[in-house]
Structure formats: structure tokens, C-alpha cells
């Protein structure tokens, strides 16, 4: 079956623009989860998304980054006012379990600031 | 606080000879640890789950196992195509559902 689905593949933009990501989870997959990968660097937890529940925003690295998720499917990672040190890979990933367990990632998106 | 610790940092081999990547965690209480390969531009891909010491998975070449404090990814006969970043996660202690992943062991097999 499909795999998680990440747009665009990659998104240049300039310094102090806004930018939105977005990811198509594996259909069925209830939770959903946002990291971001710097060059050199681990992936780092951002955001989780788990059905109705209010998301764990706990990764987040300030306000300028928000996440929405609609319709318990598709989600939009939103960067405001984007600052140099915001490139990097923003990657998605769902898995079918509440507990987090396995998480199937998709290709990511590589944010190039300006 | 939780850790992943992952050596070696880079692993160089030639075709056909065999090794070990290692990951040593801590945390308090152990829900799971999940090895994923990733490759250059691209996401992570699930490769095992672990739950309990003494347990070992396989697949292919690889063979996963468990201790108390580590996991080991051994590699058996590699070809070129497992070159590739091998990255080892935990569920944090906190939060099951948050994974702290390791830095990742980039495995290079040459022809």
C-alpha cells in the first residue's frame, strides 16, 4: 500500500517568510508525528498527533511553528517569519498505534531558509 | 534522563566481511527499541522492534539483538546495497509516544 506522502519534496524560501509543509499519512494510521533533521544531527521530536486528542506540542521549538491536523488525516506544519536556522528536513511519520510504537516515515521535506 | 548512544560513528567494510553496530540506551523502563536504516535523502525505514532482553530479530542480512543496556545490529556477509545510515530509537520515559533517536552509524560496504 501507499507509504506516508510528504509536499513539496523541497522548499527554498527567503528569510522571514511563512512556510507550510504538509503530510499524507498511511490511511488508517491514527497517529502522526512531525521531527526535524539538521545536517549532522539526530532527528528531533517536534509534534504528535494521536485521533481527537489535543496534540503533544512539547518539541515544538517556538511559536513561530504550528501544526494542524485535519480530519484525523492530512497535516500541515506551519513555520512563520522562517529563520536561517530552520533548514533543515522536516519529516513525517504515522503509526497505527496509540502507544508510539512503530512509526513509518515518509521522504521529508528539505527547508533551505535564505 | 533518557540516552541513545550509537558506535561506531562510521563503519567502513568490504564486501562479504561481518560486524556489529552497537546501541546503549538509558532509560527507566524499556518499552521497545526500534532500529530504522536510512538512506542519503531519504525517510527512515522501519526495520525491527525489540521489547525485552534476550530477544533477536532477523531479516536478510541483519540480526537484531537485545541486552539490558544495548542493542547490537549485526551484519552478516554485507553487500554495497546496505550501505546506509542505521539509526536506533527509544520510546522516552516520559512519553512513550516521543522516540529519542541515536546519531545514527553510517555504514559504508565496499566492492
Known amino acids: 500500500g501507499a507509504g506516508v506522502s510528504q509536499s513539496p519534496s523541497n522548499k527554498v524560501t527567503e528569510k522571514g517568510k511563512d512556510v507550510e509543509l504538509r503530510c499524507d499519512p498511511i490511511?488508517?494510521?491514527?497517529?502522526l508525528y512531525w521531527y526535524r533533521q539538521s545536517l549532522g544531527q539526530g532527528l528531533e521530536f517536534l509534534i504528535y498527533?494521536?485521533?481527537?486528542?489535543?496534540?503533544?506540542k512539547s518539541g515544538l521549538p517556538s511559536d513561530r511553528f504550528s501544526a494542524e491536523r485535519t480530519g484525523g488525516s492530512v497535516s500541515t506544519l506551519t513555520i512563520q517569519r522562517t529563520q536561517q536556522e530552520d533548514s533543515a528536513v522536516y519529516l513525517c511519520?504515522?503509526?497505527?498505534?496509540?502507544?508510539?510504537?512503530?512509526?513509518?516515515f515518509g521522504p521529508g521535506t528539505r527547508l533551505t531558509v535564505t | 534522563e533518557d540516552q541513545v548512544t550509537q558506535s561506531p560513528e562510521a563503519l567502513r567494510l568490504q564486501e562479504g566481511e561481518s560486524s556489529s553496530l552497537n546501541c546503549s540506551y538509558t532509560?527507566?523502563?524499556?518499552?521497545?527499541l526500534f532500529w530504522y536504516r536510512q538512506d542519503p535523502g531519504k525517510g527512515p525505514e522501519f526495520l525491527f522492534t525489540l521489547y525485552s532482553a534476550g530477544e533477536e530479530k532477523e531479516k536478510e542480512r541483519l540480526k537484531a539483538t537485545l541486552t539490558k543496556k544495548e542493542s547490537f545490529l549485526h551484519i552478516t556477509a554485507p553487500k554495497p546495497e546496505d550501505s546506509a545510515t542505521y539509526l536506533c530509537?527509544?520510546?522516552?520515559?516520559?512519553?512513550?509516544?516521543?522516540?529519542?533517536f541515536g546519531s545514527g552509524t553510517q555504514l559504508t560496504v565496499l566492492p
Open positions: 511519520a504515522s503509526s497505527p498505534h496509540r502507544g508510539g510504537y512503530e512509526q513509518y
Open positions: 498527533f494521536q485521533g481527537n486528542s489535543a496534540p503533544d
Open positions: 530509537a527509544i520510546p522516552r520515559s516520559g512519553s512513550a509516544r516521543q522516540l529519542t
Open positions: 532509560v527507566s523502563g524499556l518499552r521497545g
Open positions: 490511511s488508517g494510521h491514527t497517529a
